[in-house]
């Protein structure tokens, strides 16, 4: 087991969890089944699907609980990194977690094609916007935050910017190679 995965996660993220708990249980359904009422947790699933240049990128529509805990994790491990190597296996990470396979192929080698590059200025974003659409709250660090728009108004909050699960600052895993 690695370090990080021996550090406790963040307690706000997991707070933020047992808030959507909570609050599904107040919007409870109701079905039918075999003549009996039954609470319906079943939930309409919608496609995740993002744009970057010329390609689309479509992520699962919803994370297993196990994989929303990780990719936390790793966004944390991203914030943290001391290395660009560091920061770039937590990004594969990360991204392994929300991305299907064929979108992932072709999203890895652009995160180091210096012709076809996803820059520092798209990545914080198109992050935020991941953890958005699988219920969690990214906050923005005050040292990693761009200051650029995000996407057209989407009913989201996001104003683009790294996210954090941390209130300290790191150095930009954009630096080196």
């Not at 370090?3 to 808030?19: K, M, N, S």
């Not at 995740?48 to 689309?56: G, Q, Y």
Request: glycine share 6%; with cysteine; charged share 25%.
């Amino acid at each position: 087991m690695t370090e990080a995965a021996r550090q406790p996660l963040d307690p706000d993220q997991v707070q933020a969890i047992a808030d959507q708990i909570f609050e599904g249980a107040a919007n409870r359904r109701f079905a039918d089944v075999e003549g009996e009422t039954i609470v319906d947790f079943s939930k309409k699933r919608k496609r995740v699907r993002f744009k970057v240049d010329d390609d689309v990128f479509e992520a699962f529509p919803s994370l297993p609980v196990e994989s929303a805990f990780k990719l936390m994790e790793y966004s944390e491990r991203w914030e943290q990194a001391t290395t660009a190597e560091h920061a770039t296996t937590a990004l594969k990470e990360l991204f392994s977690l929300c991305l299907r396979p064929p979108s992932l192929d072709r999203f890895l080698p652009r995160l180091a094609n210096p012709d076809d590059p996803i820059d520092p200025e798209q990545l914080p974003q198109i992050l935020v916007y991941l953890m958005e659409q699988y219920g969690l709250r990214p906050t923005l660090s005050s040292s990693g935050s761009s200051g650029t728009p995000g996407p057209p108004d989407d009913g989201t909050t996001s104003t683009g910017g790294r996210p954090s699960t941390t209130s300290t600052s790191s150095p930009s895993p954009s630096t080196g190679s």
